[in-house]
Structure formats: structure tokens, C-alpha cells
């Protein structure tokens, strides 16, 4: 499958900003999907995840209670709602897809990878 994020941009502390991430393939539902970020010098953390279905979600404790993953399994396309950002959510975000029903943790479970998109957000 492949991946297209999009949706990063500069934003104010407070602020809010919706990632999209569009796939391809007719088996789209049947991929666990993430959320992940990266700034530089540091390892790609996790920041949310969602099953195949949409049921079953995770937050990192980072980002829980203002972020929040969705996906659209019939037009392909996953988001991740960012609200109430803080400088610290500054990075690359990733979308990324496994070959398996449920989200992970670890960015090494991932096979399909998008190709990031830069969230700035200023105090």
C-alpha cells in the first residue's frame, strides 16, 4: 500500500491542525494504522494508532485527550485531529500501515511508510 500524508503546517501554541493520510489498495481495512513522530536527534516515537476496523485506538500519554485518530476505510484515508498543540508536538509526523489488523507500538512492526509531513507550533 502506499501512503500520502499531508496537513502539517505552522500553527500557534493552542492552535489546532487535521493530518490526512491517503492510501491505496482495495484491502485498506484490513491494515492497522498509525500516527508517528520524529524530530531530529531523536528515535520515531509513536503518537496514536487504530486497528482496521476504526473500534479499537491508542494515544501516546503525550498527546491523550488532544489528539484523536480516525480513519474513513471507504475512501481511504486515515487523519489525526490536533488540538490544543504545544511546542512540544513540533516534528515530522508520519503515517504509517502493517500487514495486520492491529496497531503497534514499535515503528518496526510498520511495512508502509508516508512521507512525512512537518508540524510547527510556536509559543
Known amino acids: 500500500v502506499q501512503l500520502q500524508a499531508s496537513g502539517g503546517g505552522l500553527v500557534q501554541a493552542g492552535g489546532s491542525l487535521r493530518l490526512s493520510c491517503a492510501g491505496s489498495?482495495?484491502?485498506?481495512?484490513?491494515?492497522?494504522m498509525g500516527w508517528f513522530r520524529q524530530v531530529p536527534g531523536k528515535e520515531r516515537e509513536f503518537a496514536a494508532g487504530?486497528?482496521?476496523?476504526?473500534?479499537?485506538?491508542d494515544y501516546a500519554d503525550s498527546v491523550k485527550g488532544r489528539f484523536t485518530i480516525s480513519r474513513d476505510n471507504a475512501k481511504n484515508t486515515m487523519s489525526l485531529q490536533m488540538n490544543s498543540l504545544r511546542p512540544e508536538d513540533t516534528a515530522v509526523y508520519y503515517c504509517?500501515?502493517?500487514?495486520?489488523?492491529?496497531?503497534?507500538?514499535?515503528?518496526?512492526?510498520?511495512?508502509?511508510w508516508g512521507q512525512g509531513t512537518l508540524v510547527t507550533v510556536s509559543s
Open positions: 504509517a500501515a502493517r500487514g495486520a489488523y492491529n496497531y503497534a507500538l514499535r515503528p518496526t512492526a510498520y511495512d508502509y
Open positions: 489498495g482495495r484491502t485498506f481495512n484490513t491494515y492497522g
Open positions: 487504530i486497528s482496521g476496523s476504526g473500534l479499537n485506538t
